[in-house]
């Protein structure tokens, strides 16, 4: 695997001139030459990387997962994530548009965005989880980065640095709110995510793995989904207005008083079978959210 440690030396590695900033780079995605490789390879920055892209018979890897950039895509990667590029048929022609930011950490410190970079959803999202934008929002991206390409080839001075943090702010701003705008106008493609969750999850708690495995995790969720689980759970907050692990909660509440109203099952019982070592845990979460107690809750159908 190929890790790059800065920016000049991916720079070097892809056959770019240097980049005119040791920690902060824009690239034109049509003006990087494609590798010659027989087979893909693994890389990964100790930088951030934020782009638009449309690469037609080219082939990228987040992962273990293929994505397809023939659309047209807004993507994120932060330091250490691991991905690959490769021609998806060697027979055709790559077409490539779009450019491609890259911020060093470095270039960061002693900012307020060095603070609160980590804080935005997307970074935790996998590469076949990216943000599809309307033409409308390419326009606006497009926009702020023309802005931070403008200071980028200026001249270097005591200015460039905040002016360049304060455009890359708006920039994560407007991604953050078109991200958040995705769950809902793709409502078809992330309802069907849910109806899968669902059916997952009526599936794993009618089964025995309740016993021996307990609780589903939300990580063990999101992969049985394709997904991230930070993904997950920003759609199923836009969606459901709860976390993974609420929901997970609720599916719970009511497979218990499922058990407790139509079985003659001890309380305790029901906790095992529900994936829960000791009755007081069982006991506790069930009064936290039914507001009764398991016997309480029995005890209303007599």
């Known amino acids: 695997m190929k890790h790059f440690k800065t920016i000049s030396e991916f720079h070097q590695y892809v056959h770019l001139a240097a980049p005119l900033h040791p920690l902060i780079s824009i690239v034109d995605v049509a003006t990087v030459p494609h590798s010659q490789s027989e087979e893909a390879v693994p890389m990964?920055?100790?930088?951030?990387?934020?782009?638009?892209?449309r690469m037609l018979n080219v082939k990228v890897k987040y992962g273990?997962?293929?994505?397809?950039?023939?659309?047209?895509?807004?993507?994120?990667?932060?330091?250490?994530?691991?991905?690959?590029?490769?021609?998806?048929?060697?027979?055709?022609?790559?077409?490539?548009?779009?450019?491609?930011?890259?911020i060093h950490p470095d270039f960061l410190w002693n900012t307020g965005l060095a603070k609160i970079i980590k804080q935005y959803d997307f970074w935790g999202y996998s590469l076949h989880e990216g943000l599809f934008l309307s033409e409308k929002e390419e326009v606006i991206i497009t926009a702020v980065i023309q802005n931070i390409e403008h200071e980028y080839h200026s001249n270097i001075d005591r200015?460039?640095?905040?002016i360049i943090i304060s455009h890359?702010?708006?920039?994560?701003?407007?991604?953050?709110?078109?991200?958040?705008r995705q769950f809902i106008t793709r409502e078809k493609a992330n309802h069907q995510v849910l109806e899968?969750?669902?059916?997952?999850?009526?599936?794993?708690?009618?089964?025995?793995d309740?016993?021996?495995?307990?609780?589903?995790?939300?990580?063990?969720?999101?992969?049985?989904?394709?997904?991230s689980s930070k993904y997950l759970?920003?759609?199923?907050?836009?969606?459901?207005?709860?976390?993974?692990?609420?929901?997970?909660?609720?599916?719970?509440?009511?497979?218990?008083?499922?058990k407790l109203s139509?079985?003659?099952?001890?309380?305790?019982?029901?906790?095992?079978?529900?994936?829960?070592?000791?009755?007081?845990?069982?006991?506790?979460?069930?009064?936290?959210?039914?507001?009764?107690?398991?016997?309480e809750f029995r005890q209303s159908f007599n």
């Open 210 to 227: 309740l016993i021996s495995k307990g609780l589903p995790t939300v990580m063990y969720l999101a992969g049985a989904l394709n997904i």
């Open 64 to 102: 273990q997962h293929p994505f397809d950039f023939n659309g047209g895509i807004m993507s994120f990667m932060s330091p250490n994530q691991i991905f690959s590029i490769d021609v998806d048929d060697k027979g055709k022609s790559v077409e490539k548009s779009g450019w491609v930011l890259y």
């Open 159 to 162: 200015f460039s640095k905040s």
């Open 44 to 53: 990964a920055f100790d930088f951030y990387s934020i782009s638009i892209k």
């Open 262 to 295: 139509t079985t003659n099952l001890s309380v305790s019982e029901i906790a095992y079978e529900l994936g829960f070592e000791h009755l007081q845990s069982f006991s506790r979460l069930f009064k936290i959210k039914t507001k009764l107690s398991p016997l």
């Open 233 to 258: 759970s920003s759609m199923l907050k836009v969606l459901t207005g709860q976390s993974t692990q609420q929901h997970i909660h609720e599916k719970l509440i009511e497979k218990a008083k499922e």
């Open 168 to 180: 890359l702010e708006t920039l994560l701003n407007y991604a953050d709110r078109f991200y958040h």
């Open 196 to 208: 899968r969750l669902e059916n997952l999850l009526t599936d794993y708690f009618n089964s025995d």
